[in-house]
C-alpha cells in the first residue's frame, strides 16, 4: 500500500515592497504594490493583471516579472512563470530570489538538473540563501540522492533554525532511509516551531506506521485532519494505518473520503483496492486497481495489485500480464517477481517460476517469502536438499515463519528424517497452534517412529482444530487399527469416508485405492 510523505514544499520568494530607487515612474510603484496586495490575497488572476500593467510603463521592473512570474506558478502556469523569472534574470543576473524560483518551477515541471543549476546559480550569488538550500534539498531528494538532500536542509536548518520546512523534508529523507526515529526528531521540531503545521504531523505518522506504532500514527494523522479537513494525503495514510490494524471498513472510509477530496488520487485508489482485496471483495478491488492505473500508468504497485487479484481468481493469463507491465515499469521490483513466480508456480511452469524467485531474491537477499516459494517449487520437483536450503534460509530470515517450518519439515519427513521433522512441527504448531495439517503430519511422523498414541494423540488435535480433515480421520484409524482398538479405527474410517464424499479438499493422490482400503477395513472389523 502507497503511504504518502507530504515534504515537498517548495519556497517561493516575492519582492513585498519596491524603492524609487529601482522605479522610474511613481504610478509604476503603485501598481506593483496593489499587485502584491492581490497576490498576498490570493487573488493570482488580478495580481497578474497590476504587474503587467506596471511592466507597461516600466519593462525593466524586475521585481515586476518575478512577482508575475510567482503568480503564474500559483495558477500552476509554469511555462509562463518561467518566461517571467528569464526576464527578470535578464534584467537583474544576480538576482538570487528569481534564480531561486525559476529552480523551483523546473522542479515542480520534473526537470530537477535545471532546477540544481538555477539553485546552485542563486547560491553561488547568495551563500547564506536558506530556502535555496532548502529547495535545492528537495530536488535532489526528488532524484533519490537522499544524502545529498539531507546536507542541503541541514545546511538550510544552520542558517535558519526556524526554517520548519527544511525539517519535515529532512524528516522525509530520513524516513525513505528507513531511519524513522530520527525523522520524528525532525518533525517534532518542525511541530515546535509551527505547533498547527498539518504536514508535519501527516509525516510523523507516517514513521509511527512504518514503525508498526500505528495508535500514535492515527492519533498524529487525526491532527492533520483537524487542521486541515480537505488533507488528502491524511486520510490516506489514516486508512493505511486502520487496515495494518485489520479494520478495512475504516480504512475504505478514509480512502473513499480522500478520492473524494482528490478524484485524481491514483494512491488512494490502489490503496482502497488492496482494503477490498483483504475483506474478500476481488471484484471492487480490481475495480479501484484500474481505475489507479488509468490516472496514473506509471503505478506499477497498482499493476502488481491487480495482477494478484486476477491470480486468486484463477486468471493466471490476466495476472501474468499485469505482472509483466509492472516490471517494465519498475524492473527492481522484488516483489512483483515474487508474484509472477507464484503464477507460474500455479500453471506448473516450475522453471519459469524459479527464475522468477530467484530474481527477486537477487534484488532482495533478505526476501523470506521468495526463498519459501522457490524452496516450494524445489519441493515439488523433488529436489528436497535445494528446498530444504531455501526454507532454511527462510527461516533465518524471520524466524516466525511458520509455513517455512512446516515444508522443511514435510521435506525431512520425505528424505525418513522424522525427527527433524517433528522438531520442524513443532516450532510450526508453536508459531501458529491453530495449524491442523501440522499436528496430522507431526502425528505421521510419530506414527512412523512408533509412537502410535502420540499420533492420535495429534490426530485428534488436527480434528478439533478442522473437522473436515480427511487425511487425519484416515490416519487416525490406521493408527488405532494397528493399536486393536477396532471400534475407534471404524469411526475414525467412517468419518473420512464422510468427508470425502462431501468433497472436501485436503485429499492427496491416490485417494481412490485410499477409499476402497478404508470401506474394506470397515467391512473386516465389523464382521468381527
Same mark, same amino acid.
Given at each position: 500500500?502507497?503511504?504518502?510523505?507530504?515534504?515537498?514544499?517548495?519556497?517561493?520568494?516575492?519582492?513585498?515592497?519596491?524603492?524609487?530607487?529601482?522605479? @522610474?515612474?511613481?504610478?509604476?510603484?503603485?501598481?506593483?504594490?496593489?499587485?502584491?496586495?492581490?497576490?498576498?490575497?490570493?487573488?493570482?488572476?488580478?495580481?497578474?493583471?497590476?504587474?503587467?500593467?506596471?511592466? =507597461?510603463?516600466?519593462?525593466?521592473?524586475?521585481?515586476?516579472?518575478? @512577482?508575475?512570474?510567482?503568480?503564474?506558478?500559483?495558477?500552476?502556469? @509554469?511555462?509562463?512563470?518561467?518566461?517571467?523569472? !528569464? +526576464?527578470?534574470?535578464?534584467?537583474?543576473?544576480?538576482?538570487?530570489?528569481?534564480?531561486?524560483?525559476?529552480?523551483?518551477?523546473?522542479?515542480? #515541471?520534473?526537470?530537477?538538473?535545471?532546477?540544481?543549476?538555477?539553485?546552485?546559480?542563486?547560491?553561488?550569488?547568495?551563500?547564506?540563501?536558506?530556502?535555496?538550500?532548502?529547495?535545492? %534539498?528537495?530536488?535532489?531528494?526528488?532524484?533519490?540522492?537522499?544524502?545529498?538532500?539531507?546536507?542541503?536542509?541541514?545546511?538550510?536548518?544552520?542558517?535558519?533554525?526556524?526554517?520548519? =520546512?527544511?525539517?519535515?523534508? +529532512?524528516?522525509?529523507?530520513?524516513?525513505?532511509?528507513?531511519?524513522?526515529?530520527?525523522?520524528?526528531?525532525?518533525?517534532?521540531?518542525?511541530?515546535?516551531?509551527?505547533?498547527?503545521?498539518? =504536514?508535519?504531523?501527516?509525516?510523523?505518522? &507516517?514513521?509511527?506506521?512504518?514503525?508498526?506504532?500505528? =495508535?500514535?500514527?492515527?492519533?498524529?494523522?487525526?491532527?492533520?485532519?483537524?487542521?486541515?479537513?480537505?488533507?488528502?494525503?491524511?486520510?490516506?495514510?489514516? %486508512?493505511?494505518?486502520?487496515?495494518?490494524?485489520?479494520?478495512?471498513?475504516?480504512?475504505?472510509?478514509?480512502?473513499?473520503?480522500?478520492?473524494?477530496?482528490?478524484?485524481?488520487?491514483?494512491?488512494?485508489?490502489?490503496?482502497?483496492?488492496?482494503?477490498?482485496?483483504?475483506?474478500?471483495?476481488?471484484?471492487?478491488?480490481?475495480?479501484?486497481?484500474?481505475?489507479?492505473?488509468?490516472?496514473?500508468?506509471?503505478?506499477?504497485?497498482?499493476?502488481?495489485?491487480?495482477?494478484?487479484?486476477?491470480?486468486?481468481?484463477?486468471?493466471?493469463?490476466?495476472?501474468?500480464?499485469?505482472?509483466?507491465?509492472?516490471?517494465?515499469?519498475?524492473?527492481?521490483?522484488?516483489? &512483483?517477481?515474487?508474484?509472477?513466480? @507464484?503464477?507460474?508456480?500455479?500453471?506448473?511452469?516450475?522453471?519459469?517460476?524459479?527464475?522468477?524467485?530467484? +530474481?527477486?531474491?537477487?534484488?532482495?537477499?533478505?526476501?523470506?517469502?521468495?526463498?519459501?516459494?522457490? %524452496?516450494?517449487?524445489?519441493?515439488?520437483?523433488?529436489?528436497?536438499?535445494?528446498?530444504?536450503?531455501?526454507?532454511?534460509?527462510?527461516?533465518?530470515?524471520?524466524?516466525?515463519?511458520?509455513?517455512?517450518?512446516?515444508?522443511?519439515?514435510?521435506?525431512?519427513?520425505?528424505?525418513?528424517?522424522?525427527?527433524?521433522?517433528?522438531?520442524?512441527?513443532?516450532?510450526?504448531?508453536?508459531? !501458529?497452534?491453530?495449524?491442523?495439517?501440522?499436528?496430522?503430519? +507431526?502425528?505421521?511422523?510419530?506414527? !512412523? #517412529?512408533?509412537?502410535?498414541?502420540?499420533?492420535?494423540?495429534?490426530? !485428534?488435535?488436527?480434528?478439533?482444530?478442522?473437522?473436515?480433515?480427511?487425511?487425519?480421520?484416515?490416519?487416525?484409524?490406521?493408527?488405532?487399527?494397528?493399536?486393536?482398538?477396532?471400534?475407534?479405527? &471404524?469411526?475414525?474410517?467412517?468419518?473420512?469416508?464422510?468427508? &470425502?464424499?462431501?468433497?472436501?479438499?485436503?485429499?492427496?493422490?491416490?485417494?481412490?485405492?485410499?477409499?476402497?482400503?478404508?470401506?474394506?477395513?470397515?467391512?473386516?472389523?465389523? %464382521?468381527?
Amino acid at each position: 500500500m502507497n503511504l504518502c510523505l507530504v515534504a515537498v514544499l517548495f519556497l517561493l520568494g516575492v519582492y513585498l515592497s519596491s524603492y524609487a530607487k529601482d522605479i @522610474n515612474s511613481s504610478d509604476a510603484v503603485e501598481i506593483f504594490n496593489r499587485g502584491n496586495s492581490y497576490l498576498a490575497m490570493g487573488d493570482y488572476e488580478n495580481a497578474i493583471k497590476e504587474y503587467t500593467r506596471a511592466i =507597461e510603463i516600466n519593462p525593466k521592473l524586475a521585481e515586476a516579472y518575478l @512577482n508575475r512570474g510567482t503568480a503564474y506558478y500559483d495558477l500552476g502556469d @509554469n511555462k509562463r512563470a518561467i518566461a517571467d523569472y !528569464n +526576464r527578470a534574470i535578464e534584467i537583474n543576473p544576480k538576482d538570487a530570489l528569481a534564480y531561486t524560483n525559476r529552480g523551483v518551477a523546473y522542479s515542480d #515541471m520534473g526537470d530537477y538538473e535545471r532546477a540544481i543549476a538555477d539553485l546552485n546559480r542563486a547560491l553561488e550569488i547568495n551563500p547564506k540563501y536558506a530556502d535555496a538550500y532548502y529547495n535545492r %534539498g528537495n530536488a535532489y531528494s526528488h532524484l533519490g540522492d537522499k544524502e545529498r538532500a539531507i546536507a542541503d536542509y541541514t545546511r538550510a536548518i544552520e542558517i535558519n533554525p526556524k526554517l520548519a =520546512e527544511a525539517y519535515i523534508g +529532512r524528516g522525509a529523507a530520513y524516513s525513505d532511509m528507513g531511519d524513522n526515529e530520527r525523522a520524528i526528531a525532525d518533525l517534532n521540531r518542525a511541530l515546535e516551531i509551527n505547533p498547527e503545521y498539518a =504536514e508535519a504531523y501527516n509525516n510523523r505518522g &507516517v514513521a509511527y506506521s512504518d514503525m508498526g506504532d500505528n =495508535e500514535r500514527a492515527i492519533a498524529d494523522l487525526n491532527r492533520a485532519i483537524e487542521i486541515n479537513p480537505k488533507f488528502a494525503e491524511a486520510y490516506n495514510n489514516r %486508512g493505511k494505518a486502520y487496515s495494518d490494524m485489520g479494520d478495512n471498513e475504516r480504512a475504505i472510509a478514509d480512502y473513499t473520503r480522500a478520492i473524494g477530496i482528490n478524484r485524481k488520487y491514483a494512491e488512494a485508489y490502489n490503496n482502497r483496492g488492496a482494503a477490498y482485496a483483504l475483506m474478500g471483495d476481488k471484484e471492487r478491488a480490481i475495480a479501484d486497481y484500474t481505475r489507479a492505473i488509468g490516472i496514473n500508468p506509471k503505478l506499477a504497485e497498482a499493476y502488481n495489485n491487480r495482477g494478484a487479484a486476477y491470480a486468486l481468481m484463477g486468471d493466471k493469463e490476466q495476472a501474468i500480464a499485469d505482472f509483466n507491465h509492472a516490471l517494465e515499469i519498475n524492473p527492481k521490483y522484488a516483489e &512483483v517477481y515474487n508474484n509472477r513466480g @507464484n503464477a507460474y508456480a500455479a500453471i506448473r511452469d516450475k522453471g519459469r517460476a524459479i527464475a522468477d524467485y530467484t +530474481r527477486a531474491i537477487e534484488i532482495n537477499p533478505k526476501f523470506a517469502d521468495a526463498y519459501y516459494n522457490r %524452496g516450494t517449487a524445489y519441493y515439488k520437483m523433488g529436489y528436497k536438499e535445494r528446498a530444504i536450503a531455501d526454507y532454511t534460509r527462510a527461516i533465518e530470515i524471520n524466524p516466525k515463519f511458520a509455513e517455512a517450518y512446516y515444508y522443511r519439515g514435510n521435506a525431512y519427513y520425505n528424505m525418513s528424517d522424522n525427527e527433524r521433522a517433528i522438531a520442524d512441527y513443532n516450532r510450526a504448531i508453536e508459531i !501458529n497452534p491453530k495449524d491442523a495439517l501440522a499436528y496430522t503430519n +507431526r502425528g505421521n511422523a510419530y506414527y !512412523n #517412529m512408533g509412537y502410535k498414541e502420540r499420533a492420535i494423540a495429534d490426530y !485428534n488435535r488436527a480434528i478439533e482444530i478442522n473437522p473436515k480433515d480427511a487425511g487425519a480421520y484416515f490416519n487416525k484409524g490406521l493408527a488405532c487399527d494397528s493399536l486393536g482398538r477396532f471400534q475407534e479405527a &471404524v469411526e475414525a474410517y467412517k468419518n473420512f469416508l464422510s468427508c &470425502v464424499s462431501a468433497g472436501t479438499p485436503n485429499q492427496t493422490p491416490g485417494m481412490d485405492d485410499l477409499i476402497e482400503m478404508a470401506r474394506q477395513r470397515i467391512k473386516e472389523l465389523e %464382521g468381527k
